[in-house]
């Protein structure tokens, strides 16, 4: 605590922190060092089994350096060029379907953020109610097949362009924003779109890039969509691939390649399938970190 006197001798005092201050501060030091040693230990456990040997790893004995050293399935996977054109498609996959759920997300959530809309309350209704319900799997199959859109990219980008999550979040940011800046953007002949463009989104740095964090992961990690739309193995991302492969491994591997590589294969390959789905995703998150925060803590109280 500070206190402060005015006047000819004003002099500041400072005091040294309270008793159950220091014990919250210890408690509170304890705790969120255990949280971050819950959290750390199976991420560095994964790798440490991923660079492991396939006796150390099924007798237990690999907990977070690896054991019997061993890189036999990265080059299995490295060595095969169908990984690098899976991985290809998985990056283009993510950017292209991100910045179409961004796109009309925004749009979207734009909209909504009108009060005075008309109509505006069954708009906020048909987004919330596909939260609940879904038209279910054949008929999303046989929808996606009718409309062409099999084997494309718009049947992985389409059907999960806007998440109702992600859609209030960002209403809910464009509510939050004083009214006189879009009213001013008007009295300077700015048409919506152009408000939109030029005054609402720069301000809305943190809630994008939370989103397209948001969006970015959910496409990375998607494998579904791809493995029930697509036959064609070229078209297939990194994640139907790594699938295809553990299968492959868990069954006895592909006719081509050795038994002791397959057996070591078969051992591991969930942690490296994990470690480079994983990679991309842990690499592009320092970068957004800074508006992660501002941007999830939307709903905080305002001073």
């Known amino acids: 605590m500070v206190s402060i006197e005015t006047g000819p001798r004003a002099a500041t005092t400072v005091t040294s922190p309270t008793r159950g201050y220091r014990v919250f501060q ?7 060092t255990l949280v971050v040693a819950v959290t750390l230990y199976p991420i560095i456990n994964i790798v440490a089994r991923s660079f492991s040997g396939e006796r150390q790893i099924r007798a237990g004995e690999v907990t977070l350096w690896p054991k019997g050293f061993n890189l036999t399935t990265y080059k299995i996977v490295f060595q095969d060029g169908t990984f690098w054109r899976s991985y290809g498609n998985t ?3 993510t950017v292209l379907s991100t910045a179409v759920a961004m796109a009309l997300t925004t749009i979207y959530a734009y909209v909504l953020s009108k009060k005075d809309l008309r109509g505006r309350t069954f708009l906020v209704g048909i987004a919330v109610f596909t939260m609940f319900f879904s038209g279910g799997l054949i008929p999303n ?3 996606i ?3 062409g859109l099999k084997n494309s990219i718009w049947a992985i980008a389409l059907p999960n362009a806007i998440s109702v999550f992600n859609l209030l979040v960002m209403k809910a940011f464009f509510e939050n924003m004083p009214a006189e800046l879009e009213e001013a ?12 463009l030029r005054i609402v989104l720069p301000l809305s740095k943190a809630v ?41 491994a868990t069954e006895g ?11 070591q294969a078969a051992a591991n390959i969930q942690s490296v399938t994990i470690v480079l789905t994983a990679l991309p995703i842990l690499a592009v998150y320092p970068f957004v970190q800074r508006y992660f925060v501002s941007g999830v803590m939307l709903g905080a109280v305002k001073g």
Do not use: H
């Open 145 to 147: 097949t009718s409309l």
């Open 253 to 263: 591997g592909n006719a081509g390649a050795a038994a002791d590589q397959l057996t």
């Open 185 to 196: 953007a008007q009295i300077d002949g700015l048409s919506t779109y152009g408000t939109l």
């Open 208 to 248: 994008i890039a939370t989103m397209v964090l948001f969006y970015s992961v959910s496409f990375w990690n998607s494998w579904f969509s791809a493995f029930l739309y697509m036959d064609r193995a070229d078209l297939m991302p990194v994640t139907v691939y790594l699938r295809n492969l553990i299968a492959g």
């Open 26 to 32: 210890g408690v509170n030091a304890v705790i969120l």
């Open 141 to 143: 199959y046989v929808l």
């Open 91 to 93: 990056v283009l996959y």
